[in-house]
T-cell receptor, first 112, second 115 residues
Framework: NAGVTQTPKFQVLKTGQSMTLQCAQD?????MSWYRQDPGMGLRLIHY???????DQGEVPNGYNVSRSTTEDFPLRLLSAAPSQTSVYFC???????????FGQGTRLTVV | KQEVTQIPAALSVPEGENLVLNCSFT??????LQWFRQDPGKGLTSLLL?????REQTSGRLNASLDKSSGRSTLYIAASQPGDSATYLC??????????????FGRGTQLTVWP
């Protein structure tokens, strides 16, 4: 059972480039979300989804875009990368808001 | 807005000690509280989940308690080992409206257990 899979694990981008961080889960979870983790800031919610076709903004959504066309996948798009988006990104999923959340191994992104 | 605070920010103890990590939250409208472990450069591993209607959960040497009315949780680690060295994160899940299912994290307690 793969759980939550994130790709890539590491990425270096130039300012202004765009890219998509992939997240897939094989547990048939309805809830999926993206967080960024920065030193001294803890984990902050970027976007989340409560099911296919439904997404909503979290605490720090600017500069990011998401869509949820299937239950399994929840990609995060950086539209025009900025150095402030240098961070570690985590994808998480859970069967419902009341149950345990499972996290991927993270994507370490550096924007130069 | 939900605010989650973890005390202490760092803790260094000798092997074998029993220890307590603290977590507090400002809004008691929560679905559950989870304790996670994070090793350097790795993802988050769920340790314990306490539903809002529960008072405590146990797993091996770990015991987590929840006092929802006072907005507090503790993670008790018995007989600590060097392998317990990691950052421990507390997160609460909102239970209504725009907070439904969202996790709010504390900044973590960095634990070092030395032999």
């Amino acid at each position: 059972n793969a759980g939550v899979t994130q790709t890539p694990k590491f990425q270096v981008l130039k300012t202004g480039q765009s890219m998509t961080l992939q997240c897939a889960q094989d547990m048939n979870h309805e809830y999926m979300s993206w967080y960024r983790q920065d030193p001294g800031m803890g984990l902050r919610l970027i976007h989340y989804s409560v099911g296919a076709g439904i997404t909503d903004q979290g605490e720090v959504p600017n500069g990011y875009n998401v869509s949820r066309s299937t239950t399994e996948d929840f990609p995060l798009r950086l539209l025009s990368a900025a150095p402030s988006q240098t961070s570690v990104y985590f994808c998480a999923s859970s069967y419902s808001g009341a149950l345990e959340a499972f996290f991927g191994q993270g994507t370490r992104l550096t924007v130069v | 807005k939900q605010e989650v605070t973890q005390i202490p920010a760092a803790l260094s103890v000798p092997e074998g000690e029993n220890l307590v990590l603290n977590c507090s939250f400002t809004d008691s409208a929560i679905y559950n509280l989870q304790w996670f472990r994070q090793d350097p450069g790795k993802g988050l591993t769920s340790l314990l989940l306490i539903q809002s209607s529960q008072r405590e959960q146990t797993s091996g040497r770990l015991n987590a308690s929840l006092d929802k009315s006072s907005g507090r949780s503790t993670l008790y680690i018995a007989a600590s080992q060097p392998g317990d060295s990691a950052t421990y994160l507390c997160a609460v899940s909102g239970d209504r409206g725009s907070t439904l299912g969202r996790l709010y994290f504390g900044r973590g307690t960095q634990l070092t257990v030395w032999p």
